[in-house]
């Protein structure tokens, strides 16, 4: 039986620190800003904001966690903390965008008068520390950074939105126009967490990494020397970048040691390039007896 092990590490937990810091900072001026203007974009985002922080403040903590190392408790390790710090940030997005909706939409028919000026300066800032918070996160591999750098992309073209409203009101009171771009923002947004939800719940859930093709993996195990079948392939995922491999890999009879163990590092080196980083092999020989259930 072969274990390969690949670790791959980033400074995840540093960036969703500043990240956390400058939404919690920025979101109790946005609803001093909010009240000052009587802008409900503004409104909007700032509680909004408040359930952001909230939910980055668990995807700091959850991050960090699952860089703990494997233990007897976690033979696997932590990393499946940082998922759960994914799943909760998409529940809290998607449940504060309905929430800007059902304050936005009824505006459509009852628009009110904002503080034109106050809302562009406030966009300013807003575009500036949410974006450079993105510029932090944006490339992160694991989910849990991808759905943070959504939040805050959400927040950066919230902001896009309100200073574009802004500018137009200076010079006509359109009142309309605060409410509606309200509504077409969060609805893009909420669009693309529901994406991403689907896909937190699905590794959740142990399902096949949406990057790996388990018929195309069998297949090249397939096509290497000594080989005669393959069954009980699983692939999962720890965190969404961190995925597992189990195999079981029918050799012909009489395949020396040395050929088995050069099979077991060519499997290990086609799992590399697909970013699975712990595969385990078990290797039988033709006519012998899987211990597994079929089906398992």
């Not at 960090?64 to 809290?92: I, T």
């Amino acid at each position: 039986m072969s274990h390969n092990h690949h670790h791959h590490r980033h400074d995840s937990t540093g960036n969703i620190r500043i990240a956390f810091f400058l939404n919690i900072s920025f979101a109790l001026l946005e609803l001093a800003g909010g009240l000052w203007t009587n802008s409900m974009a503004i409104l909007s985002d700032a509680l909004h904001d408040l359930g952001d922080a909230f939910s980055l403040g668990l995807a700091w903590f959850f991050d960090n966690h699952s860089k703990k190392s494997r233990d007897h408790k976690y033979s696997f390790g932590y990393r499946r903390f940082s998922l759960l710090g994914a799943l909760v940030n998409s529940l809290v997005l998607i449940l504060g965008s309905l929430f800007i909706l059902s304050k936005a939409i009824p505006r459509l028919w009852n628009p009110e008068t904002s503080n034109a000026a106050g809302m562009a300066l406030f966009a300013i800032v807003g575009i500036a520390v949410n974006g450079a918070a993105v510029l932090r996160v944006k490339g992160g591999k694991s989910l849990n950074e991808r759905l943070v750098a959504w939040h805050l992309l959400e927040d950066v073209l919230g902001w896009a939105a309100v200073l574009a409203v802004s500018i137009v009101l200076l010079f006509k009171d359109v009142k309309i126009l605060d409410p509606l771009l309200s509504v077409v923002i969060t609805l893009y947004v909420l669009y693309n967490v529901a994406k991403n939800f689907r896909k937190t719940v699905n590794l959740f859930l142990q399902g096949v990494p949406e990057e790996v093709d388990i018929t195309s993996l069998e297949a090249a195990i397939l096509s290497m020397a000594n080989v005669d079948s393959v069954h009980h392939t699983h692939v999962w995922s720890l965190d969404g970048a961190h995925h597992v491999l189990t195999t079981h890999v029918v050799v012909e009879n009489g395949t020396p040691r040395a050929e088995i163990v050069n099979l077991k590092c060519a499997i290990g080196e086609l799992a590399e390039n697909l970013d699975i980083e712990h595969t385990t092999i078990e290797v039988e020989h033709m006519g012998e007896s899987c211990n597994l259930r079929e089906g398992a």
